[in-house]
């Protein structure tokens, strides 16, 4: 079997039968990867600590083709991301990008989807105490926009005519983002997106940091945000883990324009 040799983030982990692990993984090389860590839980010397939930590190798999799990036979911890997992702000925030990078790639995406996914997490972890859910939601679009989901911000998203920057725009997760007010009419209703909004998301999907200071207007773009992933998702499934965060936000999901 082939040894791929790459630098992974375990997305996903739990246990299986009496001494194993098994792991979704993203990888820089290989796209995601479902793995199984045999006798992981029985001994740290091929693994060491590095199997817990957001560490990231050095995998070597043994690859198949056709086979749905492949076999990890090393992991060389590089990051384990502890403060992820001791704050409840910050797991919400990492829980939400995993579930997002599960959900919407597709195994082969190039290195830089990668690059941004752990950039995102090493900012949450280090973001201070009540920044890491914007924090979150900025990476979370970033990441959105590097997989290729990025919303249309400055031309309408049905006949792609250029939008004023400073009016309110309807942004509408079904059509793929901001509409200008005739195919807004025609299309499902969205939701009123102001200036400083788009200007947020602009900057978000661009990688640039954008402060958000009001807390309506952090549950807005978190709404906002799951809203469109579940549209592109087409599965009819719930992102729990967006749900999760942003109940703990305090927001409703219910709430309308």
């Given amino acids: 079997m082939p040894l791929v040799t790459t630098d992974a983030v375990v997305l996903h982990a739990f ?23 045999r006798g992981a839980r029985s001994s740290n010397r091929r693994f060491g600590l590095g199997l817990d939930l957001f560490a990231s590190g050095v995998a070597q798999i043994q690859t198949r ?7 990890l ?4 911890l590089g990051s384990a991301r502890v403060a992820l997992s001791q704050d409840l702000e910050r797991f919400g925030a990492a829980s939400a990008l995993a579930e997002l990078t599960l959900r919407f790639a597709d ?6 989807f990668y690059v941004v996914l752990t950039a995102a997490l090493d900012a949450i972890a280090a973001a201070p105490h009540g ?12 990441l959105v926009a590097t997989l290729g989901f990025a919303p249309a911000l400055d031309s309408c998203c049905r006949c792609h005519r250029t939008l004023d920057d400073t009016g309110v725009v309807d942004f509408s997760p079904s059509a793929g983002g901001s509409a200008c007010r005739e195919c807004a009419a025609m299309l499902p209703r ?6 400083e909004a788009r200007a947020a998301l602009r900057a978000w999907t661009s990688g640039v940091p954008y402060p958000v200071h009001e807390g309506a207007m952090r549950r807005a773009h978190l709404r906002l945000l799951r809203e469109f992933l579940e549209h592109h ?7 729990r883990a967006f749900e999760s965060w942003e ?6 999901v219910g709430d309308g324009r």
């Fill in 247 to 252: 109940h703990g936000m305090g927001a409703s």
């Fill in 65 to 71: 083709p056709g086979r749905e799990l492949q076999q």
């Fill in 131 to 142: 920044e890491a859910r914007d924090v979150g939601i900025a990476g979370a679009w970033h």
């Fill in 190 to 195: 969205g939701r009123a997106l102001p200036p």
């Fill in 233 to 239: 998702l087409g599965d009819g499934r719930a992102l």
């Fill in 15 to 37: 246990d299986y039968l009496e001494s194993s692990r098994i792991l979704r993984l993203a990888t820089r090389d290989a796209g995601l990867q479902s793995v199984i860590a």
């Fill in 73 to 76: 036979s090393g992991f060389d």
């Fill in 107 to 112: 195994g082969d995406e190039p290195g830089d």
